[in-house]
């Protein structure tokens, strides 16, 4: 299994798309970065934060006096309200400028997830486009080895984008922002706490590349039942980008809470879910049984039906 994996990735590293792509995400993190920070420095300074945060306080109130509020959705308002009163009453700035930047590193799975996509749909089908599935599979190895040892790949390559999206977004903070000394504050036994912003920052990351995964095993499937590396392409990146509106239009019906764009592990990590009412259980579960679901068709497919040339 370890050669076969060894096999998949060296094939996967010499690519010059492969590098392409790295080369593509780096690029727009540091634009990203570069605009933004020659935006923010060329218009209007913003409110001194404690203003900012007083307005927040105040309207977290009010919709703390809203009726009809779930009792999960008064729990987020008290505990926001109860970190918003700390800020003011202690002085702990909240993050921005450098701090900030590193810790919104996570949003940048969404390259990532664009990126490693690409590779899961093709990884399979490309065997069949280039004629050299027959060669794969007359080694004296089960095909399930060879399937995983491709999906492997496939991981070892999402992981090591949102590794290097990772840095790249922490060089990009410290070259183009300013450090503000603003905290990270959570809620831990009733008591607000400083959290360390490296070690949740790291944390969203790792979350981030489970959603990565979950995407991954999508377009993987896709490519292993159609064999077009074209056509599962297409599919996977147009699911990609309009799942979220598809859970938005269907927001209101109770089918939302089973659709696979309504939850990502990111959101589990920030306590920002898509649809209010959403318990963390629920939301694991659904995108662990999409990702056995996605797996499980890869695996049927790739073994049991007749695969030639």
């Known amino acids: 299994m370890l050669n076969l994996f060894r096999n998949e ?19 727009i993190i540091f634009a990203i970065a570069a605009i933004d920070s020659f935006v923010s420095n060329r ?38 309200k109860q970190i918003f009163q700390y800020r003011l009453d ?3 700035a909240p993050l921005s400028g450098t701090e900030e930047f590193i810790y919104d590193t996570y949003g940048f799975t969404s390259f990532v997830t664009l990126m490693t996509v690409i590779v899961a749909a093709g990884i399979v089908a490309s065997e069949f486009s280039q004629g050299t599935i027959k060669m794969l599979l007359s080694r004296p190895v089960k095909r399930w080895k060879i399937l995983t040892s491709k999906f492997l790949a496939v991981g070892a390559f999402g992981f090591m984008l949102t590794f290097i999206a990772f840095v790249a977004g922490s060089i990009a903070a410290v070259l183009f922002y300013d450090a503000s000394g603003g905290a990270l504050l959570a809620l831990k036994d009733g008591q607000v706490t ?3 912003l ?21 377009a993987f499937a896709i490519g292993t039942v159609f064999r077009s590396s074209s056509l599962a392409i297409g599919i996977s990146i147009f699911l990609m980008f309009t799942g979220s509106n598809i859970s938005f239009f269907l927001a209101k019906y109770d089918i939302v809470k089973y659709i696979l764009f309504t939850h990502t592990f990111t959101q589990v990590g920030t306590g920002e879910a898509f649809i209010p009412g959403i318990s963390t259980s629920l939301a694991v579960t659904v995108m662990t049984a999409y990702f056995i679901v996605f797996m499980a068709i890869s695996y049927l497919t790739f073994t049991k039906r007749d695969v030639t040339a």
């Open 90 to 92: 202690e002085k702990v």
């Open 9 to 27: 990735w060296m094939k996967l590293i010499n690519k010059k798309s492969t590098w392409i792509m790295v080369a593509i995400s780096v690029a």
């Open 198 to 218: 490296w070690g949740k920052t790291i944390w969203l990351n790792l979350l981030g590349y489970l959603d990565v995964l979950i995407l991954a095993s999508f």
């Open 43 to 80: 218009g209007e300074q913003p409110p001194a934060w404690e203003k900012t945060v007083s307005e927040q306080l105040k309207m977290t109130e009010q919709q703390l006096a809203v009726p009809g509020l779930s009792a999960d959705e008064k729990k987020d308002l008290e505990e926001q």
């Open 194 to 196: 400083e959290v360390s």
